[in-house]
């Protein structure tokens, strides 16, 4: 089935490849929005469809989707930061102040434990020092794309519970950036020093401070003067802009793009604009999103899962990512809401769990098995959360959308749905 594929999509040249890239393009677009529907008429968030249609198009299956071919590569980061922009435009800083210390409580702890558990299973089993601690690492980050995600898609991100595993998740983010580079350091044969860890931790820490900040006091006279522009799309286009510069000075100081993207959302949050600039970005996110999501599914190689050592040890690591996260979870033992849905929102380690992988793989600490091991944890613990919030959520409310105007923004974007569901979501709220 792979050959009349290769056949249709191969290149002989060293310019890309653009009927190949358009064949694979297709491929994916076609496969998220079929089973994307699929895992929504099953009552799942579509995410869950969107990243077996990964696995399916990824290298073990059909062979269609290569995750490391450049363009589908920056395809996919393009992606993940429109998602994450969108989350940001939808995420009220002041309600992330409000849950601050519950979502400090989760983020922290739902570092330590894993990292902790993680190691001890790895020594215990008789693994070098080295293996250990990367398996460690690898186990500490929750996916924020993909967490947001399934809480947009069960109409929750905006709840108490929604914006604590926000908070939670991009401080998972910033810690688990600082345990990377310390990481890095180590497998690299540097030396670790105080100094190091101080300055990488004031590196991701202060760009988030220092963006919210200067981009505060630049958002207004940047809006005024595009609102006077009368070209068609100078709104949205100006707000990619402005998301994509600050992804890009994330990733110059050290941070991630991610948060670069999301800190971009949040500023642009306040503005009288922000509807506009849904409405004027959705489109983009459609096309883009669903890439990064088969991307992270096409990145499980099924062979590598099966052998019996990946197995044994992946089931350990499994239990362990899950438990501790969900333990994380009931860390704010003052919060009232809902604290088995945050833990169990925290579940997912996506691409950050893959990076960690990546990272040990290719510095020669992490054995076949071992890597088996880590990407079946990441596999599974991504694949089990949009079931079990399911589970925890229920049904959707009826007319139970995100805060944008008629459904538009991140909740339309996450869960893809129809024009009847965005209809009973108008009237739910000119009856309400």
């Known amino acids: 089935m792979t050959v009349p594929w290769a056949v249709l999509a191969s290149s002989t040249a060293a310019l890309p490849d653009v009927p190949g890239l358009l064949l694979t393009l297709a491929a994916i677009f076609a496969a ?14 579509a995410v869950l469809g969107e990243l077996v249609a990964g696995v399916l198009l990824g290298a073990s299956v059909l062979g269609v989707l290569d995750p490391n071919d450049p363009i ?42 894993p990292f902790a558990g993680g190691a001890a299973v790895a020594v215990a089993l008789g693994l070098p020092y080295m293996s250990a601690l990367v398996i460690g690492a690898a186990l500490t980050a929750t996916s924020i794309g993909i967490s947001a995600r399934v809480l947009g898609d069960l ?87 402005f998301a994509f510069l600050f992804a890009a000075l994330a990733a110059k100081a050290g941070s991630a793009m991610i948060i670069g993207a999301f800190v971009a959302g949040l500023v642009l949050h306040r503005t009288p604009q922000r509807h506009e600039i849904e409405r004027a970005t959705i489109s983009v996110g459609h096309l ?24 044994g040890l992946g089931a350990l690591l499994v ?3 899950v438990l501790s996260k969900v333990a994380a979870g009931y860390a704010p033992w003052w919060f009232t809401g809902r604290k088995l849905l945050i833990g169990v929102a925290m579940v997912p380690r996506g691409e950050v769990g893959l990076i960690f992988a990546q990272v040990g793989a290719a510095a020669g600490v992490l054995a076949g098995p071992q890597f088996g091991a880590v990407m079946a944890m990441v596999v599974v613990t991504t694949f089990i959360t949009p079931p079990l919030l399911g589970m925890i959520v229920g049904p959707r409310p009826p007319g139970g959308g995100g805060d944008g105007v008629d459904g538009v923004g991140v909740d339309e974007l996450v869960a893809g749905r129809s024009q009847r569901q965005r209809r009973e979501t108008a009237q739910g709220r000119r009856l309400g």
């Open 155 to 241: 109409g929750r991100l905006q709840t108490r519970e929604g914006q604590i595993v926000l908070g939670a998740a991009v401080l998972d983010d910033v810690i688990g950036l600082i345990i990377l580079a310390v990481v890095a350091g180590i497998v690299a044969g540097g030396a670790v020093t105080p100094l190091l860890v101080a300055r990488t931790t004031l590196e991701a820490v202060g760009f988030v401070v220092g963006a919210l900040v200067a981009g505060s006091l630049l958002v207004k006279p940047i809006m005024a003067v595009v609102s006077r522009l009368q070209v068609a799309g100078a709104l949205g286009v100006a707000a990619l802009a």
């Open 288 to 311: 883009l999103v669903p890439v990064f999501f088969a991307a992270v599914g096409a990145q499980v190689e099924v062979g590598a899962l099966l052998t019996p050592a990946a197995l």
């Open 72 to 113: 589908i590569h920056v395809l996919s980061e393009l992606g993940v930061l429109v998602l994450l922009f969108q989350i940001g435009l939808e995420t009220d800083i002041q309600k992330l102040k409000e849950v601050g210390g519950a979502a400090l409580a989760v983020g922290v702890t739902g570092v330590v434990l």
């Open 32 to 45: 998220t929005r079929l089973l994307g529907e699929l895992a929504q008429r099953m009552r799942q968030p």
């Open 319 to 321: 239990v362990g990512g």
